[in-house]
């Protein structure tokens, strides 16, 4: 596991090398061109501060100093009059000015004059200006080289304390008992761990909201569960207590009505489970027109059966993006309440429109509808419309989940569902996406 601290230290630390290093080449090049600048004017003074008498006059009376300067003379008639180190591997000629020479023993700084009958020429090495400006620029970095360790520690040090407010956030997350999703304080903390704090409080925020949906949802569950489950144990009862074939027969009849109406619960708990936020399947363009038939035509024994005519008014190609199964059981739903709620010889009509470029679903029955008063209500998880509904249909038993269902998934797919009185005198479901 890579350490901030570690990484922070190491290329800090390479960056002030690189700075250290790239300041003592650009020092080392100054002091350099400085040297050659000065080396030079004092080779020209050395040449003109040389008589102009006959050589033999001048013979061992000047003293080049220790530079490592090499001092050769010659007359007007190109002979070799004095050497000042003959073992130097100098050209046996001038050249007037000054020249670099390379030699196997290195190069060599020369400058050439005619002075009086003479004619002059200095050298010097160049390692000597090289050692020069050497020793200048390690004796102005020596003091970065040196402070190098301390500078490691400081940086080391200095990020430890900025990643304090990290170390606090961390032993209160590993504090936290693990249903205490209260935010966590992001005062007095650094501008770069803010939106971090933020965004654990948003997900603290997400994480309680949906522990609240699951306990209410369990427990509404259990609640509901507890009344079919009773009155299933309750005929099973009966059914063992049955005297003879006809007490029993209605006892099982009764018993299998109990075990349908719970398994109908559990279908549509297990539904509305599925439709909760993040439970959206991966999504696909569907053909809205096609999904409507296939509900319909499914539904169409059953309705027959309870004597309503349930039918498709009218139908326009519309095509949404979305998960299919979602939509299905939507739409199963609703058509399912319609034909349940819709008193026998109703009708119950499916239609399907495009308005302004948005699919527009409605589903309406001649039924006993809904109270406007209670029309948000029944949204709501295991709310059903009382007496004050005035149901035509007194035999229709229900969960309270599937307008609850139907609108979680209408959310997933970015559609508005609103209840209205149908034309017949009944509820309409207006499904706009």
């Known amino acids: 596991m890579r350490s901030i601290r570690r990484q922070l230290l190491f290329w800090l630390l390479a960056l002030v090398l690189l ?10 090049r100054q002091a350099l061109a400085e040297a050659n600048e000065l080396f030079d004017y004092q080779l ?73 009958d003479n004619v002059v020429q200095l050298a010097q090495p160049v390692s000597v200006r090289n050692r020069l400006a050497a020793n200048v620029a390690l004796r102005t970095l020596w003091p970065l080289i040196v402070l190098l360790p301390l500078l490691g520690v400081a940086v080391w040090v200095v990020v430890g304390r900025g990643l304090r407010p990290l170390r606090r956030v961390t032993s209160a997350l590993d504090a936290r008992h693990p249903e205490a999703l209260d935010p966590l304080p992001d005062q007095r903390l650094p501008l770069e761990v803010q939106p971090l704090v933020r965004a654990l409080n948003g997900l603290l925020e997400r994480l309680a909201t949906a522990l609240d949906i699951q306990k209410a949802f369990v427990a509404d569950a259990a609640h509901e569960l507890r009344t079919p489950l009773a009155a299933v144990q309750i005929q099973s009862q009966l059914v063992a207590r049955a005297k003879d074939d006809a007490a029993r027969g ?25 439709s909760e936020p993040d439970g959206l399947a991966a999504t696909k363009a569907i053909d809205l027109r096609e999904l409507l038939q296939d509900c319909v035509v499914a539904y169409s024994p059953l309705a027959q059966n309870r004597g309503v005519d349930l039918g ?3 139908s326009e190609p519309a095509t949404v993006t979305g998960d299919a199964d979602a939509l299905r059981v939507m739409f199963n739903n609703l058509v399912d309440n319609a034909t349940k709620y819709t008193p026998r010889g109703g009708r119950v009509d499916v239609g399907l429109h495009v308005e302004e470029g948005h699919p527009v679903v409605r589903i309406a029955d001649s ?3 809904i109270e406007p008063a209670e029309r948000e209500r029944v949204f709501d998880r295991f709310y059903r419309a009382g007496a004050s509904a005035n149901r035509v249909r007194t035999d ?3 969960s309270g989940l599937g307008l609850a269902i139907v609108r979680r998934i209408a959310t997933q797919h970015h559609a508005a569902v609103r209840l209205d009185e149908s034309p017949a005198g009944g509820l309409q479901v207006e499904v706009r996406f």
């Not at 700075?19 to 080392?28: E, F, M, S, T």
């Not at 006892?251 to 539904?271: C, F, K, N, S, Y």
């Open 19 to 28: 700075g250290v290093g790239i300041a003592g080449w650009l020092i080392y």
């Open 44 to 116: 020209e003074q050395i040449a003109a501060a040389l008589p102009s008498e006959p050589f033999s006059q001048v013979l061992g009376s000047r003293d080049t100093g220790d530079e490592g300067i090499v001092l050769q003379i010659w007359n007007r008639n190109g002979v070799l009059m004095y050497y000042s180190r003959p073992r130097a591997p100098l050209a046996p000629r001038a050249e007037l000015g000054f020249s670099t020479e390379h030699t196997e023993r290195g190069d060599w700084r020369v400058y050439g004059a005619i002075v009086g």
């Open 250 to 274: 209605e006892a099982l009849v009764d018993l299998q009505a109990g075990v349908t109406r719970a398994t109908r619960l559990a279908e549509q708990l297990l539904a509305l489970a599925r």
């Open 312 to 314: 498709i008014e009218a």
């Open 367 to 369: 039924g006993p509808g």
């Open 396 to 398: 229709v038993a229900g």
